[in-house]
């Protein structure tokens, strides 16, 4: 009877070490990883110019339905929890890229706005990298960057209007 405690002795302490020390690491690093994101304040405050609806109805584009959408996706954005954003990024992401995709309106088919639409794009793309690789410290920088640059796709957008307004301005003195 002694023989078969040993043996069963042997048995449970050969089996327990031999447990996958994988799975305990995962459960480990998974644990780790909702300890740092308790750590980081993702409250932040993604300033978002607003949507130039003027600008749009001065230059006859009220059917530019792509950048409406785009600018609807920005606004809901801002109102989520950063812990887990990459299906939006990856919405807006597709968003520019069909945007991209297309010809602009005519007033805006210029190299400096969709040079900047392309910046937004790759901003996306680099906010969806470090939603699965370094949340902690690149995220939230990230897509602030990604709403600046957004911001400044407007921006040059009223340029053009302001540039365009001046010129004909210009004409009409002559």
Do not use: G
């Not at 959408?69 to 990024?89: A, G, S, T």
């Not at 010809?103 to 805006?108: C, S, W």
């Not at 990604?146 to 407007?154: D, G, P």
């Amino acid at each position: 009877m002694s023989f078969y405690i040993r043996i069963l002795i042997i048995c449970a302490i050969s089996y327990s070490s031999c447990s996958n020390p994988n799975t305990q690491n995962i459960n480990t690093q998974k644990v780790l990883k909702i300890e740092n994101q308790k750590k980081i304040n993702f409250n932040i405050n993604l300033n978002l110019a607003d949507y130039p609806e003027k600008l749009i109805k001065n230059q006859d584009m009220e059917n530019w339905e792509e950048f409406k959408n785009l600018h609807n996706l920005f606004n809901q954005f801002r109102n989520l929890d950063f812990r887990n954003v990459d299906i939006e990024i990856l919405k807006l992401s597709k968003s520019l890229k069909k945007l991209l995709s297309k010809k602009l309106p005519k007033k805006f088919e210029k190299p400096q706005i969709r040079s900047r639409l392309k910046v937004v794009h790759m901003q996306s793309q680099k906010s969806y990298y470090f939603t699965k690789h370094f949340k902690n410290d690149s995220l939230i920088p990230s897509l602030k960057k990604l709403y600046k640059s957004y911001n400044a796709v407007i921006s040059r957008m009223y340029d053009f209007e302001d540039e365009s307004n001046e010129l004909d301005f210009e004409k009409n003195e002559y």
